[in-house]
């Protein structure tokens, strides 16, 4: 009876463990719409001096680019000493303020930062001067996280 006993409570730990672990195991995921679209990137630097500011190129109906926000930049933006990071959504008609205080078009400001696909991350100063090579596309999601990492890590060489 006592083996019994013990066979049926194994069978119904077993999976709440497993499922336990899972959770633990699989990425932090966070709404894309908690990342900030780029509205001021002049006031951005202001608010922000000597620190490398994250630029991500989007657009809608880029499923990559919904991947790299939930999975990658909005934990990231979670973290302590992240980076300011903001979103360049090509397919909004908002205007946005540039580095020079100029109103263009989301487009125009990633086109005059050589963000030309989506995605693409782009890591800046407060001029718009890129201190880091930009990483376009998502091709080794599971070096992804490293990627962006390191290049944070590189900029803020650069800056000091």
């Known amino acids: 009876m006592l083996s019994t006993l013990l066979r049926a409570s194994k069978k119904a730990i077993t999976p709440a463990l497993a499922l336990a672990g899972a959770m633990l195991l699989s990425p932090i995921s966070v709404q894309a719409d908690e990342l900030l679209r780029a509205e001021n ?5 202001t608010e922000h001096p000597n620190e490398v500011i994250v630029l991500m190129v989007s657009a809608d109906g880029c499923s990559f680019c919904i991947t790299v926000k939930n999975d990658f930049l909005g934990p990231l933006q979670k973290s302590d000493g992240a980076p300011p990071i903001r979103i360049l959504d090509l397919s909004s008609n908002k205007p946005v303020i540039d580095f020079n205080g ?3 078009s989301s487009t125009e400001v990633a086109n005059a930062l050589k963000g030309k696909f989506t ?6 100063d407060g001029k718009g001067n890129h201190l880091s090579k930009k990483i376009v596309g998502v091709n080794t999601p599971e070096f992804y996280g490293y990627y962006i990492d390191e290049a944070i890590k590189e900029s803020r060489q650069a800056l000091n």
């Open 119 to 124: 995605p693409t991350i782009l890591f800046v």
């Open 102 to 104: 100029e109103s263009r």
């Open 41 to 45: 990137l002049q006031k951005l630097a």
